[in-house]
């Protein structure tokens, strides 16, 4: 097992890492529209969503992965009437790989934004 953590995303806020690799396989932590200074992306749920994925990329570049080897990905999101808006940024970032996926409503997500991402990924 092997703990991964890189600057270019938002360390984590808590007891926890941002990243673990198991043999082949890494499982991130939800990642959140931090800056990897720390500061929240105050915009609408289209730029905190693109926000996400640039910390998602860092932590799974980190791990000797990437998007294309995505195999699961779930969603938090505050509101469901936001699903189109986030849905359209995700298909900006899975295109033509299109991992399972799950995505949940939440009553409150930390610091109170409006989506977290989580993925599954085959290290390379």
């Known amino acids: ?7 270019q995303a938002p360390a984590a806020i808590g007891p926890y890492s941002q990243g673990i690799t198991v043999n082949n396989l890494f ?12 500061v929240l992306v105050d915009g609408d749920v289209k730029e905190q969503t693109h926000q996400v994925f640039k910390n998602l990329q860092a932590v ?5 992965a990437s998007l294309n080897t995505v195999v699961k990905a779930t969603v938090f999101i ?7 808006a986030i ?3 995700y298909g900006e970032y899975f295109s ?4 399972a996926r799950s995505c949940v409503e939440v009553a409150r997500l930390p610091k109170d934004v409006l989506v977290e991402i989580e993925v ?3 290290v390379k």
């Open 120 to 122: 599954v990924a085959l």
């Open 60 to 64: 799974l570049e980190e791990a000797g």
């Open 96 to 99: 033509t790989h299109k991992p």
């Open 87 to 89: 849905n359209e940024v």
């Open 1 to 7: 097992m092997k703990v991964i953590q890189t600057n």
């Open 27 to 38: 499982y991130s932590s939800g990642q959140i529209p931090l800056t990897a200074e720390g």
């Open 78 to 84: 505050k509101n469901m009437d936001d699903f189109t």
